[in-house]
């Protein structure tokens, strides 16, 4: 399934398992922000690039449900949240 198929899904039926669908096509990105992040010095606490894979998935997941076409490109509108860890 296409990430564009996933959309269509998810958005004729807003269900976990869909929402769960169109994640996994991002799930890349969410790892590259954890490996970039952990590289950075002064992070505090989230230095383990598996919490910080945990921290993004939740933004990513926040990111999804809150999106709406209108507000532009996805990958745009997700990464501050997948960033921050959906804060």
């Given at each position: 399934m296409t990430t564009s198929e996933a959309w269509a899904v998810y958005w004729a039926e807003r269900t976990p398992e869909n929402r769960?669908?169109?994640?996994?096509?991002?799930?890349?990105m969410v790892k590259q922000v954890a490996a970039?992040?952990?590289?950075?010095?002064g992070m505090g606490v989230y230095h383990d690039v598996e919490d910080l894979?945990?921290?993004?998935?939740?933004?990513?997941i926040?990111?999804?449900?809150r999106y709406e076409p209108s507000l532009g490109d996805f990958r745009s509108?997700?990464?501050?949240?997948?960033?921050w860890g959906g804060m």
């Open positions: 769960n669908r169109v994640a996994m096509h991002y799930l890349p970039k992040m952990a590289k950075v010095r894979v945990s921290m993004g998935t939740i933004g990513l926040d990111a999804i449900d509108f997700a990464w501050p949240r997948v960033r």
